[in-house]
Every structure is written in structure tokens, then in C-alpha cells.
């Protein structure tokens, strides 16, 4: 299996200010890993690193044999997708526009969406059980269908990696069960998990 992600002597942070340090480590295509530590300890900053959310201070970042620092946006987001562990609405899309523009990255022209497209975000919303929101709009469903939705904007995209910073907050126990289950299929089914 080749390497999809190489983080070689990473260090990032806010502002001047390190909260990584000389971070060295490989992903393997297919992948899944779980990022383990106390609150404070930098996980949410590495992701946001992986994500091209925070550019590191020094270190490479290697993405599939290409310098990940500098492909722009959209390449980017046809590699990568992230669920942010804090999401705030600041316009009031329906779930079904917010799960559609998970195909960003594929737009051209214009920026219609095609057919493909809109099958494809209906099914994550059957799959997800969101059928019955989906002309609600975002900022007035539960913390709870949020989650789920933000989850499958995330599927919509696409792409190969998906980095997930406490994917199951805000969700009950068998919405837990459920999305961690449908993460596991698709690990199995060659998508890369951190």
C-alpha cells in the first residue's frame, strides 16, 4: 500500500505561537486512524494543518507524491474533505443546498449542478435518514441532525481522504453507532480515515 499522506518535520500553530513541533508521519491509502490525547494537545490543530487550514510554519506536507501546500483550493478539496469539530451557520441554507455544495470542488462553468450530482446527495440523505429535513433550513434542525448533515457534505464530496474532528459530538448514542458504522464501510471500501 503507498503512501497517501507524508508529514515530514511539520510545526504549526496560531499566530507565531507552536502547538506542533517537528511532526513526522506517514498515511497508507485506505487507512483508518484515531487521533488520541488530552483537549489542548494539538489534534484539532493537525487536522486543520492536514486540511490546508493553517499553513505549517516549517515542513512539507506531501500529498500523494505532490506538495500539498501548493495545489490550490478545489484540488485540494477533490483529495480532502474535513468535518470541523465546531460549525457555525452563517447563512440559512436547507440541508438539501448545504449537502449539494459538498460537489463544490467538481463545479465548472457556470456551476450547475448536474444529475449525478443531486443522485448522489439524495442517496446520502436517504442513507442518512434526512429525506424528511431536507427543505428545512440549517440554523433550525438539532445540534444532533446537524451533525448528520455536516456529516454527509463531507460523503458528497468525494473524496479520498475525510478528517473528522470528533465526528459523533453532538449526536446520541445510536446516531454514534450508526455514523461510526457507515465510516467503517467505507474504510473498508478503500476511503482513508483520520
Given at each position: 500500500m503507498d503512501n497517501i499522506i507524508d508529514i515530514i518535520g511539520v510545526s504549526s500553530g496560531y499566530r507565531g505561537s507552536f502547538v506542533l513541533k517537528n511532526i513526522n508521519f506517514k498515511v497508507k491509502s485506505g487507512e483508518f486512524i484515531g487521533l488520541i490525547g488530552p483537549n489542548g494537545a494539538g489534534k484539532s490543530t493537525l487536522l486543520k494543518t492536514l486540511a490546508g487550514l493553517i499553513k505549517p510554519f516549517q515542513g512539507k506536507i506531501i500529498l500523494k507524491k505532490f506538495d500539498f501546500q501548493k495545489m490550490d483550493l478545489k484540488e485540494k478539496a477533490k483529495h480532502i474533505a474535513v468535518l470541523p469539530q465546531i460549525f457555525k451557520a452563517q447563512f440559512s441554507y436547507t440541508v438539501e443546498e448545504f449537502i449539494m455544495m459538498g460537489r463544490f470542488p467538481y463545479l465548472e462553468g457556470l456551476g450547475k449542478y448536474c444529475?449525478?450530482?443531486?443522485?448522489?446527495?439524495?442517496?446520502?440523505?436517504?442513507?442518512?435518514?434526512?429525506?424528511?429535513?431536507?427543505?428545512?433550513?440549517?440554523?433550525?434542525?438539532?445540534?444532533?441532525?446537524?451533525?448528520?448533515?455536516?456529516?454527509?457534505?463531507?460523503l458528497a464530496q468525494g473524496s479520498e481522504i475525510v478528517l473528522l474532528d470528533e465526528p459523533t459530538a453532538h449526536l446520541d448514542i445510536g446516531h454514534q453507532v450508526e455514523i461510526m458504522g457507515m465510516l467503517s464501510g467505507l474504510n473498508r471500501d478503500g476511503l482513508t480515515v483520520i
Open positions: 444529475r449525478e450530482d443531486i443522485e448522489s446527495a439524495l442517496k446520502l440523505m436517504e442513507k442518512l435518514g434526512l429525506v424528511a429535513i431536507k427543505h428545512k433550513r440549517i440554523n433550525e434542525i438539532s445540534g444532533g441532525e446537524l451533525q448528520k448533515v455536516l456529516f454527509a457534505q463531507v
